[in-house]
């Protein structure tokens, strides 16, 4: 057996998982942009229990030196996977006598920013961005008729008069309207549209919103008191149309900002 061969059989080895004996071991692991490397082959099988629901949060993966001698690495080795996993969101780590790496209670909100860098980076357009926040709202709509609470239809209300008292501010109106969509998303009580919307809209959503007027403010909030109406009503259906022509909405302004050409109409 090749030494590569040997050095992933002990790898899966020492986890407990089965080691598939093909002539040649396949183990390409490419993860997270890294080459193979016997480093991202310990992420990688630690990652792969972890969908396979081996590991849970709070459970203990070991210290440096006991992972070192677990995989039969050097503690450098470990070290390495101990910081890929740590930046990645998979582990705490600990320092001192009784520290060593514990699988993490996730927070995805806390790689929502990380994500819409890398869409930025990407070059996504705007368009790409609101068709699919589009879809998102939709559906956070819908699932808000089906699931807010009065606590939830609260909150939606006290944005509105928010929103209200801001309408001769363009700027804070702006802000009070982004407050409002999340809060709609959250009423969803769906942890990954959430996210998901939390990331889009730091592409999306303006800081300031240079081309906003008060008829415009006007008509968004009309929409939302109506979309908050159908929310408590749970006319699960009626709001899912009314989110999508509203964010269709955004959608064309936000295109025609980023002097992108779109066949969808604009509005207001």
Do not use: Y
Request: with cysteine; aromatic share 2%.
């Amino acid at each position: 057996m090749p030494r590569s061969s040997a050095k992933t059989a002990k790898t899966r080895s020492a986890l407990g998982l089965p080691v598939a004996m093909s002539g040649q071991l396949t183990a390409r692991i490419m993860f997270a942009g890294r080459s193979s490397s016997l480093s991202a082959q310990m992420v990688a099988e630690v990652r792969d229990q972890l969908f396979a629901k081996a590991l849970k949060p709070g459970d203990f993966l070991g210290s440096e030196k006991e992972l070192a001698a677990r995989f039969g690495t050097s503690r450098i080795v470990a070290r390495d996977a101990l910081r890929t996993l740590e930046a990645l969101g998979i582990v705490e780590i600990r320092m001192g006598k009784g520290g060593g790496a514990r699988i993490a209670h996730g927070n995805p909100r806390l790689f929502a920013e990380a994500l819409a860098v890398q869409l930025d980076l990407s070059g996504v357009s705007a368009a790409e961005i609101m068709d699919v926040q589009r879809a998102i709202e939709t559906l956070g709509a819908e699932l808000a008729a089906e699931h807010a609470t009065a606590d939830d239809i609260a909150r939606l209300r006290a944005l509105l008069d928010q929103a209200e008292a801001a309408i001769d501010d363009l700027d804070r109106f702006t802000r009070a309207s982004r407050d409002f969509h999340l809060a709609v998303a959250e009423a969803s009580h769906n942890r990954v549209i959430v996210v998901q919307l939390l990331s889009l809209e730091h592409i999306s959503w303006p800081r300031r919103n240079a081309t906003a007027t008060p008829k415009l403010a006007r008509h968004i909030l009309d929409t939302h008191i109506k979309l908050t109406d159908l929310i408590e009503m749970r006319d699960g259906a009626a709001a899912r149309a009314l989110m999508s022509d509203h964010v269709g909405m955004i959608r064309a302004r936000r295109v025609a900002e980023h002097g992108e050409r779109d066949g969808g109409s604009s509005c207001c």
